[in-house]
């Protein structure tokens, strides 16, 4: 678990134990999550994995549980960008647009905590 060298504001985490439940914009219900695996996170944004497709600006409903932590954390977000890993899977990149302050404190506090962890 690294922080990805850059100039973002927020630095991004990378994880490989977190998963994130997506629902597809048009069926937010339980009936039709995919399970994907978190590559990064952070304060405004992940990217995960997935085998399926999803369409450039398509919204979703992200719902996934830190580590260590008992807060559910639902949030709407968009894809703004994908990259294709193999002929299988691709990875997509999202960013929150309805993130509460309690569960923004939440991934700060999981961010910081590994980044002073693995310094």
């Given at each position: 678990?690294?922080?990805?060298e850059?100039?973002?504001k927020?630095?991004?985490?990378?994880?490989?134990?977190?998963?994130?439940?997506v629902?597809?914009?048009k069926?937010?219900?339980?009936d039709?999550?995919?399970?994907?695996p978190?590559?990064?996170?952070?304060?405004?944004g992940?990217?995960?994995?997935?085998?399926?497709?999803?369409?450039?600006?398509?919204k979703?409903?992200?719902?996934?549980?830190?580590?260590?932590s008992?807060?559910?954390?639902?949030?709407?977000?968009?894809?703004?960008?994908?990259?294709?890993?193999?002929?299988q899977?691709?990875?997509f990149?999202?960013k929150?647009?309805n993130?509460?302050?309690?569960?923004?404190?939440?991934?700060?506090?999981f961010?910081?905590?590994?980044l002073?962890?693995h310094?």
């Open positions: 678990m690294n922080a990805i850059e100039r973002r927020n630095p991004r985490i990378e994880v490989d134990y977190v998963t994130v439940e629902y597809r914009e069926s937010f219900t339980t039709h999550a995919e399970v994907c978190v590559v990064n996170l952070s304060a405004t992940m990217r995960f994995s997935s085998d399926r497709k999803f369409d450039d600006k398509q979703l409903r992200l719902t996934f549980v830190l580590p260590e008992m807060i559910v954390i639902r949030v709407n977000a968009q894809i703004m960008h994908t990259s294709e890993m193999d002929h899977n691709c990875h990149g999202v929150f647009t993130l509460g302050d309690t569960e923004q404190r939440q991934i700060n506090h961010i910081q905590k590994l002073v962890e310094v």
